[in-house]
């Protein structure tokens, strides 16, 4: 797989994350990737309900993990924990 199928196939994966309710994705950062792994991330800056007016984004680390042209894996770790989900079609 070349890098623009990498990123086509991360990009929708980020697109249909549910991460939550009240969860938001502000900003993300670029693909990162090693060509000898099957793990591909990319920071996202989260905003939060509950957050304050003016509050600056949250940090977090969205991971997808790619074997055969497919997504098997998606999460995202915020603070060291897991949150939302992705529903593998």
Aim: charged residues 25%; hydrophobic residues 30%.
């Amino acid at each position: 797989m070349n890098t623009n199928e990498i990123r086509k196939i991360c990009d929708e994966a980020l697109a249909n994350y549910n991460f939550g309710e009240g969860v938001y994705v502000e900003a993300t950062s670029g693909w990162e990737y090693d060509s000898s792994s099957k793990e591909v991330s990319c920071p996202v800056f989260l905003s939060f309900d509950e957050d304050e007016e003016g509050q600056e984004s949250h940090k977090a680390t969205f991971t997808v993990v790619i074997e055969n042209g497919k997504v098997i894996q998606a999460d995202c770790s915020y603070e060291g924990n897991l949150i939302g989900n992705y529903n593998l079609v």
